[in-house]
């Protein structure tokens, strides 16, 4: 029976005997391997540590897209909100003042306040000055080499060279171009067009009623193209408001509960860069920065029958893109209330310096009454010399020019928007 129960016993000891060299052999060989496998930042272990590979990371989905964002709008933010979803980090070009003069004309806002435009955008990632006006092959390889860029983008209205060539042909047929829907109803041409009806207008404005010219700018009436008259063929605003618009471009998250809420308004006309330095300010003073938007009515009896030149839902979706920004009151009220302290839980009040009328200590009926007796607001010095009036200038001053540019540009855009209704894309 012994010997018996031995016999049986040693094919079970030769089990466990060749069980324990196999994972000695496994263990060696790991050792062996350990070196290996730390350089190449792996851990692997076995009963000396937990078996972990790390995944390999995925590269980022680079977009490129280029542009002149002269007197840049919603509608050149809503192209980068688009162009951003396409890829994980957005590149900009932002085109050169001599190549947007050769191109189209000279531009209202030099490049050095274009890049602050730019920057300033929250889907923006990067942005490459001097950028050229066409998509030439050497540039093109310097996307893809040095920036690497994965796709350029554009909108699906024509970009056509002087020569009458498609300025993004070469990255259509390299296969790394993709399209975006233009957002309808606005453009730089639209807004210069704008402003020069305003400045012919202005001359009669005292025989129309308090805000005739402002609902015209504000509901999309010409009366001079209406009536038959002369006009330079410029529209003025079809954009049609959406709450999907407002929702896409606005943050989605409130502030913290122990948050140090900032407060600016104003009219944000012509949305520019002293606007967008101000309010970069603003946000350093604090942790949430709350905007409030006045309506057209209000900036009408403030600033004059011919203001404001973008309505009310275009300025605040200018401000909503703009990354300093965490929040906007639309239609905002003249005088900041007590009540609206308290319910926005309001730490302080802000104004800059240069604004369009810094008056309001000397009037009676002063916006900022409150705040100030309550001791939280403070005057901010204002980093740029720019005003709305400013641009209006420019404009005046290169009236010739600026005219001959919207007219050349119009006629190129006139069978594109025939027969089109202003809805926002999606």
């Known amino acids: 029976m012994k ?44 009963g000396l540590g937990s078996l972990q590979w790390r995944k390999k990371k995925k ?24 162009a951003r979803a396409l890829g994980d980090q957005l590149v900009v ?37 001097d950028a050229p006006y066409a998509i030439t092959e050497d540039f093109m390889k310097k996307l893809f080499d040095e920036y690497n ?37 606005v453009s730089s041409t639209d807004i210069v067009g704008r402003m020069l009806l305003c400045v012919r207008e202005r001359s009669v404005s005292d025989s129309h009623n308090h805000s005739s010219l402002q609902r015209q700018f504000s509901h999309g009436h010409n009366q001079k193209l209406e009536d038959g008259g002369s006009g330079s063929g410029t529209r003025v605003s079809h954009f049609l408001p959406t709450s999907r618009r407002i929702v896409q471009f606005s943050n989605g998250k409130g502030p913290g509960p122990d948050a140090r809420i900032v407060y600016i308004d104003g009219a944000f006309d012509l949305f520019h860069a002293g606007h967008v330095e101000i309010l970069r300010i603003a946000r350093g003073l604090g942790d949430f920065l709350l905007v409030g938007i006045h309506n057209d009515q209000t900036v009408s009896a403030k600033r004059g029958t011919h203001r404001p030149i973008m309505n009310l839902h275009e300025r605040s979706l200018s401000v ?51 705040p100030i007796s309550m001791g939280i607001f403070k005057v901010l010095e204002s980093p740029l010399d720019i005003t709305t009036t400013t641009i209006i200038r420019r404009i005046v001053a290169n009236h010739e020019a600026y005219q001959k540019r919207n007219e050349k540009k119009a006629a190129s855009e006139k069978k594109y928007y025939e027969g089109k209704t202003f809805l926002s894309d999606d």
């Not at 052999?25 to 792996?42: H, I, Q, R, T, W």
């Open 59 to 82: 590269k980022p989905v680079r977009v490129y897209m280029d542009g002149c964002f002269d007197m840049m709008h919603y509608g050149h933010c809503n192209a980068l909100r688009q």
């Open 149 to 185: 860029i994965d796709y350029i983008i554009h909108g699906d209205d024509p970009c056509v060279l002087p020569d009458g060539t498609d300025a993004y042909a070469l990255a259509k047929k390299a296969g790394r171009y993709k399209q975006i829907k233009r957002t309808e109803g």
């Open 93 to 129: 070009g932002v085109v050169s003042d001599a190549e947007i003069t050769v191109n189209k004309g000279p531009p209202v806002t030099p490049l050095h306040e274009r890049m602050i435009m730019v920057n300033a955008v929250k889907w923006v990632d990067e942005v490459i000055p």
């Open 320 to 370: 909503l893109a703009c990354r300093y920004v965490d929040e906007v009151i639309i239609g905002a009220p003249w005088e900041v209330s007590k009540d609206m302290v308290t319910t926005f839980n309001i730490s302080l009040v802000v104004h800059g310096t240069v604004a369009e009328n810094n008056d309001f200590e000397k009037e009676n009926d002063n916006p900022y009454a409150v």
């Open 3 to 46: 010997m018996g129960s031995e016999a049986k016993e040693q094919p079970s000891m030769r089990l466990i005997v060749s069980c324990l060299i196999t994972g000695a052999a496994v263990l060696a060989g790991f050792s062996l391997l350990s070196p290996y496998l730390a350089s190449n930042g792996s851990c692997l272990g076995l």
